[in-house]
C-alpha cells in the first residue's frame, strides 16, 4: 500500500521544531502581553471577496496564490493567505470601534498561499502578526516596528537590518505612480514579463522585482520620498526619530513597497542574509485606508507579520523536551514507590520523565543519556526500604541520599 505523504508546501511541525514553535509562541505571549495587545483568532477561511478587496486584485497573493474553492453551499471560500485582512473584518462586525479608541490584537496561526515551495517558502505556513487600529500617530509606527524587532532579539536571532520607507497616501502615491511609468516606460521591452504586466497594474512592484535587467533599471528611479506630502514626510520624520530614541538600527530604503496594496504611509521589513533568497523575517506597515475600503470607517491602523517557518530556522539547536529528570526503578518491588515518588516530584514542579517497563541499569543510563538530563533519581529495593531516593547529579556524577521531602527542597532552590 502506498504510504500517504504531507502535501506539497506543507509540513508537520514535530521534534524539535515542535519544541521551537511552542518556545516562539511563549516569548510571543509575553511579550505583547507586555505591550498591551491581546489574542485574537479568526477563522482559517474566509468569503473570497474579503481577501480581494483587503489585499487587492493586483497583488500576486489575489492574482495567483489564494487557495479558493467552493464549499457545498456553492459560496466562493478562500484559505487565509495572511491574517490583516480577517483581523479588520472581526474588528467592523464586532463594532469593536464602537467599545474602545485603541484595539492591540496578536495572532499565530496557518496562511496559505499557493507559491513554489523552496527553503523558507511553503504552501502552508506560520505567521505570528500584530494589528493595532484607531492610531494615526507616527509614534505607534516606531513603537510597533520596535517591538517587532525587540521579538527577534528576544528570540536570539542577530544579524538583523530593519528597512524602512513611506509610501505616502493615494494623492502622493498617484503622484510618484505615474513618475514612475513616465521613468519605467522607455524600458518597458526590456522588463521582465511579470514586470511588463505590473507596469500597467501595479507599477511600484517593479520596485522590488528580483530580476536583475529590472533591478538594474530601477536603481536610478526617482524616489517615493520625494513624491511625499508636507505632512507626510513630517510623518516619516518623526518614525525614524523615534525608532532612534528606541535603539532600533534601522536603513532607508526607497524600493521597499509590500506587496499588499492595504498600505499606505510607513512600511517597513526586517530582514536577515541567514536565508538566501528568503531573507524577510517580518514585514508590515500602516494601513489607513483599508477599514474605509472593508467597512466604510475612518481609522487608521498598523501592523505586521513575522514568518515562523523562517524565524524557527534562525534558531539554533533546542533541546525536544523540557525534561530536566530522569526517574530509573529497579526490580518490581520498587514500581510503585517509584511511580508515587515521581508523581509527588511533579506536582512540585519537577520536570521529569520515568520509564514504564522494567530495565536495567545501563539501558536506564542510556536513556538518561539521550535525554541529555541533569538530574537521574534512583529507586531500588534499599531505596523502598528506607523510604529514599538516590539523586544523582548527571553532569558531575555526585550523588546523595535524601527523603523526597529534601529531594522536593533541593529542586526548589
Ligand atoms: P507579508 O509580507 O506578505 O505580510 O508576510 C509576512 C511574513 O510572512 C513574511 O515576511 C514572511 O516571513 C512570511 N511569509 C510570507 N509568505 C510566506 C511563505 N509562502 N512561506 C513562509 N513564510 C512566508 C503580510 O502577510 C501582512 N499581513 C503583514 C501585516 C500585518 N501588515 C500589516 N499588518
Redesign the pocket.
Known sequence: MKLIKAVRGTKDILGETGTKYAYIHRIVEELFGSYGYSLIKTPIFEETDLFKRGIGEATD?VEKEMYTFKDRGDRSLTLRP???ASVVRAYLENKIYAKEDLSKFYYMGS?F?Y?RPQA????E?N?V???VLGEASPLLDAEVISMGYHLLEKLGITDLEVNINSIGGNESRTKYRQALIDYLLPAKEDLCEDCKRRLETNPLRVLDCKNETCKKYTEGAPSIIDSLSVEEKEHYETVKKYLAIYDVPFVENSRLV???DY?SSTVF?IVTNKLGS?G??????R?DNLLTQLGNKDIPA??????V??IMMLLGDMKQTEIDTYVIWLGEESQEYAMKTADALRKAGVKLAIDFNKKGMKSHMKKAEKLDVNYVIIIGEDEVKNKTLVVKNFKDRTQEQLTLEETIKKFKK
Open positions: 497573493v495572511e491574517g490583516t496562511m498561499r507559491e523558507g517558502r511553503q504552501r505556513f505567521q502578526g500584530v494589528e509590500r506587496g499588499l498600505y521589513e528568503q524577510t523575517v517580518l514585514g508590515g506597515g494601513y498598523f501592523g505586521f507579520a513575522a514568518g517557518e523562517r
